[in-house]
């Protein structure tokens, strides 16, 4: 029904493009190949709204709220797979010093509203950029240990 319905409105469009009028529903028949009295039931379901629990299908064991994906809410997976990244990331974190911890934490926006940049954290630490960018270089050198790193790695995967 819904390819129906979106080839009516596709030649409703074409011709009121190419005559700025809008069709009569005998010219629409027509065009669309059924008859009148089918055009208007279809052009009546097309303007009525359709409840979530219409059944779809020829079994009509699945209705059509089952069918539409909910942009909004984030899948359970996704939701336990983001939680297990952030518990394992503040293990990893906890094992570097509390300097570079606190570093990396600031410098990539780890459980913060936002990230800063080196002079923000260094101003913070009451430290110079340079240092910031060799406490930085220090603790990723650390978290690029296997150690460290096969553990982080494997949500790359996902």
């Known amino acids: ?39 208007l039931k279809i052009l009546k379901i097309s303007k009525e709204p359709i409840s979530l629990d219409t059944p779809i299908g020829d079994d009509n064991k699945l209705d059509i709220g089952n069918s539409i994906k909910d942009i909004k809410t984030t899948s359970p997976f996704k939701r336990a797979a983001s939680k297990n990244l952030k518990i394992t990331t503040n293990k990893i974190l906890s094992g570097l010093t509390a300097r570079e911890s606190k570093v990396l934490r ?36 650390k978290l690029k240990h296997p150690s460290r790193s096969d553990i982080l790695s494997s949500f790359m995967d996902n």
């Open 106 to 141: 600031m410098r990539f926006g780890i459980n913060m509203n936002s990230n800063y940049t080196l002079e923000e954290i260094g101003k913070k630490l009451d430290v110079t950029r340079e240092r910031i960018r060799q406490i930085e270089a220090k603790a990723i050198k």
């Open 1 to 39: 029904m819904i390819e129906i319905i979106n080839k009516l409105n596709k030649i409703i469009k074409n011709i009121i493009k190419k005559t700025g009028l809008k069709p009569t529903p005998k010219e629409l028949a027509l065009r669309m190949s059924i008859s009148e009295r089918k055009l």
